[in-house]
């Protein structure tokens, strides 16, 4: 089992580009989450998604952000019109299922870096 | 609402001497509380879970209910469990909430 696998592991954009962060959770597990670490603090939830729904997304900014996580395919977190506050390591984290009794496994993130 | 303080971002010890990161947290109902650690850039790895009650590389934690805290020990501090540790809770399942993290450092 590979785990869960995140690309690119580092991310350069310009203000105002796009920015597409890709999470494949391990096999078997239906349930994904992202979190992000801003430089200097700890990891803030972001959005909780299981296939093709988005279960919790009171974490996210309400503008600019979007995820998904379809049928077949990896979960996407995506970023409209990046800006400098946005650089930060990006986490994803998978369980087979709810939290709750189970074990959630990360990946090794993605740092995102707006210049 | 379900919060985890860490009230120490950066701990330093000697190596030999004991350990403790502190976790609070605030939760209505019964909460599912973790510890996680993460060495230098990373991924985060399970460290220890309070409902398994084991013992991983040394370290220990104790739900405390009434004081609202999971804090995280180990009699003698290594130098390589030098990292960034965080505390988390589930509360009802859904996904885990952190803390801010303690940085660890273990002087020689």
């Known amino acids: 089992n590979a785990g869960v696998m995140q690309n690119p592991r580092h991310l350069v954009r310009r203000r105002g580009q796009e920015a597409r962060l890709r999470c494949s959770p391990m096999?078997?597990?239906?349930?994904v989450y992202w979190y992000r670490q801003l430089p200097e603090e700890g990891l803030k939830f972001m959005v909780y998604l299981q296939k093709e729904n988005i279960i919790d997304e009171s974490g996210m900014p309400k503008e600019r952000f979007s995820a998904e996580f379809p049928k077949e395919g990896p979960s996407i977190l995506r970023i409209q019109q990046v800006v400098r506050g946005d650089s930060a390591a990006y986490f994803c984290?998978?369980?087979?299922?709810?939290?709750?009794?189970?074990?959630?496994?990360f990946g090794e993130g993605s740092w995102l870096t707006v210049v | 609402a379900q919060r985890v303080t860490q009230p120490e971002k950066l701990l330093s010890v000697f190596k030999g001497a004991p350990v403790e990161l502190k976790c609070n947290y605030s939760y209505s109902g019964s909460p599912e509380l973790f510890w996680y650690v993460q060495y230098s850039r990373q991924r985060l790895q399970l460290l220890l879970r309070?409902?398994s009650r084991e013992s991983i590389k040394g370290f220990t934690a104790d739900l405390n209910k009434g004081e609202t805290s999971f804090h995280l020990k180990k009699p003698f501090a290594q130098e390589e469990d030098s990292a960034m540790y965080y505390c988390?809770?589930?509360?009802?399942?859904?996904?885990?909430?952190f803390g801010e993290g303690t940085q660890l450092t273990v002087n020689p």
């Open positions: 984290a998978s369980s087979p299922r709810q939290v709750s009794g189970n074990t959630i496994y």
């Open positions: 096999k078997g597990h239906s349930h």
């Open positions: 988390a809770l589930s509360g009802g399942g859904r996904w885990l909430t």
């Open positions: 309070h409902i």
